[in-house]
């Protein structure tokens, strides 16, 4: 069974910016896609961003558009989430995915698609 661990998080101020890092292993069938998502407390899960492993696309949610970029390493085993220009409204438990499905290609940003999902780190963003 694959396995996500991510770690970066932390507490910044306004204007601020962290990089997430999330290291895949064991894997035994290929993944599709991996992806960023956050949720806040009271509200859904939201997908932040993801990236298709072999292709390199990449889509973002609006509001993390122009501030937030999303990368991976070469082996596509570890992938990265820099955030800038932090708002409080980023604040959430960040979760790093991976999909295994064709399915990642078309719903990017969609929780239901990816199927492997790490234990979260948390941001928060102080005003």
């Known amino acids: 069974q694959g396995q996500l661990v991510e770690s970066g998080g932390g507490s910044v101020q306004a204007g601020g910016s962290l990089r997430l890092s999330c290291v895949a292993s064991?894997?035994?069938?290929?993944?599709?896609?991996m992806g960023w998502f956050r949720q806040a407390p009271g509200k859904e899960r939201e997908g932040v961003a993801s990236i298709h492993i072999g292709g390199g696309s990449t889509a973002y949610t609006d509001s993390v558009k122009g501030r937030f970029f999303i990368a991976q390493n070469n082996a596509g085993n570890t992938l990265h989430l820099q955030m800038n220009s932090l708002k409080p409204e980023d604040t959430a438990t960040y979760y790093c995915a991976a999909s295994r499905t064709l399915r990642c290609l078309h719903y990017k940003l969609a929780p239901e698609v990816f199927d492997y999902w790490g234990q979260g780190t948390q941001v928060t963003v102080s005003s």
């Open positions: 064991g894997f035994t069938y290929d993944r599709t896609c």
